[in-house]
């Protein structure tokens, strides 16, 4: 901002040295018409001519894109051609990692040495530019605006994103990882100190477990050395025990009013934060586990052991609910998720729908397309394989959009 007041102030008196300099009257012959004028207001005229042109010509351009943005994109084809590649392509461009697969060198085409993903953003008016590549044998590269990140963590949450896939499944049939992580994902993408803390432990974490596999090899013991890994993961444990306790508080009664909208009221929910810290407090669970931690050489309590519990009705829904209701579950998730972080960032964020109409009745469907139609939603990608189905309901949401035929 000081540099654009600078370089107005240098412009300006370079304008009027110029005028100064040339005051000369000259004739201008225009059609039928001749007259005499300052040759300085013939050329500061064109100047500011040229200048209402561009600004016009380029506030127009602005106007497409934006209204471009808020389309909905739609993905139509058969199964294997690539369509969630194109949603994960996206994601890739907010989080620098793939949704589907964690290692990186595997995102890398066969018989290829190296992927690029690029991507231009508004945001907040300013157009944002975002490169992330990977060569084999060298480190990923994320620039945004032709600048690198020397930390990826300084890049979470400034394109706020939600996904919602069928391989959001893994949230209800796989272990507590796959939950932890989404609330980590959640809460990390506009809480930044929360995502320091998270890193910290999880590097404590595994330094104690390598050192506890050092005393069962050395059939030795230091009480000072793990007492510092108790300290510090205590600090961070609590800190981020209380974070999520307070995330959730906020996100429980959002995911509630998402599931009784999708399901139109007629079945009751639950979503349970599960802690060992509910009860104890870091220092005290430490204390308690040590000679167990000493016999199994590795931290057996601590927030990495916290999950969530999904039931319907009582019961959990990993074997109680059918799959329609696991998959309205999952999407409920999502929104709530994306209800969330937009009330947090003040940023819509962009939502990525795949295939999201399979293993669901008509209402259910119904019922999405319904909160999806609610100006609260932004730039939209949705990938299906029946075109007709896909095109149908989104008619339904009355919102401007574009279909591309893989």
């Known amino acids: 901002m000081q540099g654009t007041i600078i370089f107005g102030l240098i412009f300006a008196i370079l304008i009027a040295i110029f005028a100064i300099q040339n005051a000369s009257i000259v004739a201008l012959n225009l059609l039928m018409w001749k007259f005499e004028i300052s040759l300085a207001v013939v050329v500061l005229g064109s100047i500011i001519f040229g200048a209402l042109v561009i600004g016009i010509f380029s506030y127009f351009k602005q106007f497409q894109l934006r209204r471009k943005n808020k389309n909905l994109k739609l993905e139509i084809r058969d199964n294997g051609v690539g369509k969630t590649n194109i949603l994960d392509a996206i994601y890739y461009l907010s989080f620098a990692k793939s949704y589907f697969n964690s290692v990186a060198i595997q995102n890398i085409k066969h018989g290829e040495g190296f992927f690029m993903v690029e991507g231009d953003y508004i945001l907040n008016d300013r157009n944002e530019k975002i490169v992330c590549s990977l060569k ?34 893994d949230l209800v049939t796989e272990g507590s990882d796959t939950r932890r992580k989404f609330i980590d994902g959640v809460i990390s993408q506009q809480n930044k ?58 996100f429980i009664p959002i995911f509630n009013q998402k599931y009784k909208e999708i399901s139109d009221d007629n079945e009751q929910v639950n979503l349970n934060y599960k802690s060992q810290l509910h009860d104890f407090s870091m220092d005290a669970l430490m204390e308690k586990s040590l000679e167990k931690d000493k016999i199994l050489q590795y931290t057996t309590v601590g927030i990495h052991k916290d999950d969530l519990n999904f039931e319907i009705g009582e019961y959990p829904i990993k074997k109680f609910g059918s799959q329609g209701q696991q998959k309205s579950y999952l999407i409920a998730l999502k929104l709530a998720q994306f209800q969330f972080i937009k009330q947090q960032s003040k940023v819509t964020p962009i939502l990525l729908l795949d295939d999201i109409f399979d293993k669901l009745d ?16 932004g730039q939209i990608f949705i990938t299906d394989t029946h075109s007709e189905r896909t095109e149908n309901i989104v008619k339904q949401s009355n919102k401007p959009y574009q279909i591309f035929k893989l």
């Open 362 to 377: 008509e209402n259910r469907v119904l019922q999405i397309v319904n909160l999806v139609n609610d100006d609260e939603f």
């Open 136 to 169: 084999k044998g060298q480190k990923k590269i994320l620039k945004r605006n032709g600048k690198n990140y020397d930390k990826f963590s300084e890049h979470i949450g400034q394109l706020p994103l939600v996904i919602v896939s069928p391989a959001d499944r």
């Open 193 to 250: 100190a929360y995502l320091k803390d998270l890193l910290a432990y999880n590097k404590v974490l595994s330094q104690r477990n390598a050192l506890l596999k050092y005393f069962a090899a050395n059939r030795t013991f230091d009480a000072v050395n793990i007492g510092v890994y108790n300290d510090q993961l205590a600090e961070y444990g609590s800190r981020i025990y209380e974070a999520r306790k307070e995330f959730l508080a906020t």
